[in-house]
């Protein structure tokens, strides 16, 4: 890959040339406008007052409505006023422009059944939202990790799940696709998971191509193919070990869960 | 109690937050002026947006979390979505026209045809931009892409994934991206 510069290199390149440091007239406009505020202020923008407003005049003809409906209650009239106050400085959150913290995905409900497991091969069809038009049931990364009483691996896909093939074996030697080449893995039995339609033809795997999680059962996992739309890992396990397959959404997921030996 | 102790530690306190969020800005101007100008294309406009986003960073900054480390994704944040809104706002909504491809042909096209990164990048959506520059540009984690753009990490991945098969759609397996 020497002819070739990495995309990264090019990108900084063309972000180089079509941007410039930024002047020092700048900071120091900065640093004037900021000197002329005062900080942290609670500056309430006049689209929350208004929000605020809004909301005051609905609760308290909501308020107003109801107690009519409910029958003759003068006592009720007054209680609703100091209600809108406090709501008064809520909506400020609604306007802040600053980003909303980025949200964990969601803890997979399955983990609470009872771990029912397998030794044999399994396999399932394709599952989830449909293909994206980017080309999607794309591979987008892989992941394993330790969880009480098992090890687990993940695959996450930009769209749906594909169609899988999950294959237990004795050693841990596999063969990459399309090449045929041997290839040995940490650990002494393996399992084998084969994806059809994972991705696009043209359309490459970005993420890890190989994991040493330094689990107890899952010691190593290698992208052992990436061809035709057919994307294979070789997982190498301890021991040979029962293991149970789900497929998670939002985003979509194939997990595969290694019991710890006792 | 004692209200002119109370008053001169406040003003002291004031003080020493101006200065320390003044130097950490000045830190991270230099990748926000340049943020700005990729996603609005013109470079007064990006002096703009920057330093509303500066202003409107310091009337908020005791909500910043994570101390220096998350300053610069705080920042940027902001930045990004100041220069959403001059976008959304202004009369930059005309420029989509002259935005499509001079030569008429799909970006996959332009960028087989032979034309370069730096043509493919510009022909990016704002965000997409946004999103190239945190990662292969300032080398963020793909957790502080993700808070730049207010979006998932999982989202985050898949806009940096996409972006770059367009800007190299013969882009090879594990090439660049980890």
């Known amino acids: 890959m020497s002819h070739r510069r990495s995309l990264r290199d090019e990108i900084r390149e063309a972000i180089e040339a079509e941007t410039r440091p930024a002047h020092p007239a700048l900071a120091a406009r900065i640093r004037e406008g900021i000197e002329q505020r005062p900080a942290g202020g609670p500056r309430v923008p006049r689209l929350a007052v208004a929000i605020a407003t809004l909301v005051a005049v609905a609760v308290i003809a909501g308020l107003v409505a109801t107690s009519r409906l409910i029958g003759p209650a003068p006592a009720p009239a007054v209680t609703p006023t100091p209600a809108p106050l406090p709501t008064a400085t809520a909506p400020v959150v609604v306007v802040t422009p600053q980003a909303p913290p980025p949200t964990a995905a969601p803890a997979p409900t399955t983990s609470s059944a009872p771990f029912v497991c397998t030794t044999g091969p399994s396999s399932g069809a394709a599952s989830g939202p449909p293909i994206q038009p980017s080309g999607g049931r794309g591979i987008t990364t892989i992941r394993a990790g330790a969880q009480p009483g098992y090890d687990r691996f993940v695959m996450e896909f930009d769209g749906g799940v594909p169609e899988y093939v999950i294959s237990p074996q004795s050693g841990t030697t596999f063969a990459r696709d399309p090449t045929g080449q041997p290839v040995t893995l940490r650990g002494s039995a393996g399992l084998g998971v084969v994806l059809r339609g994972a991705k696009r033809g043209d359309v490459p795997y970005l993420g890890p191509t190989s994991l040493t999680p330094g689990l107890t059962e899952i010691q190593e996992v290698q992208l052992t193919g990436d061809f035709e739309g057919v994307v294979s890992f070789g997982i190498g396990l301890a021991r040979p070990g029962c293991y149970r397959v789900l497929t998670l959404t939002n985003p979509s997921r194939l997990v595969i869960d290694v019991v710890s030996a006792p | 109690m004692m209200p002119a102790m109370a008053e001169r530690q406040r003003s002291t306190g004031v003080a020493v937050d101006h200065a320390v969020f003044t130097s950490e800005l000045e830190a991270v101007l ?16 990006a002096e703009d947006a920057v330093q509303e986003a500066a202003i409107k960073a310091w009337r908020k900054h005791d909500q910043l979390r994570g101390g220096a480390a998350g300053f ?13 809104m001059t976008r959304r706002g202004r009369w930059w909504r005309v420029l989509p026209l002259l935005e499509s491809s001079p030569s008429g042909g799909s970006p996959e096209e332009a960028v087989l045809a032979g034309s370069d990164v730096r043509e493919a990048l510009m022909r990016l959506d704002q965000r997409d931009r946004a999103a190239v520059f945190c990662f292969f540009y300032l080398d963020m984690p793909m957790e502080e892409v993700a808070r730049v753009l207010g979006v998932s ?26």
């Open chain 2, 72 to 84: 610069r994704s705080w920042f940027l944040s902001i930045v990004a979505n100041e220069c959403r």
């Open chain 2, 30 to 45: 230099d990748p926000a002026y340049r943020l700005a100008t990729l996603m609005l294309r013109d470079h007064a406009a």
């Open chain 2, 153 to 178: 990490p999982a989202a985050a991945r898949s806009r940096v994934y996409r972006a770059a098969q367009r800007l190299r759609p013969d882009l090879e397996p594990a090439e660049d991206l980890r």
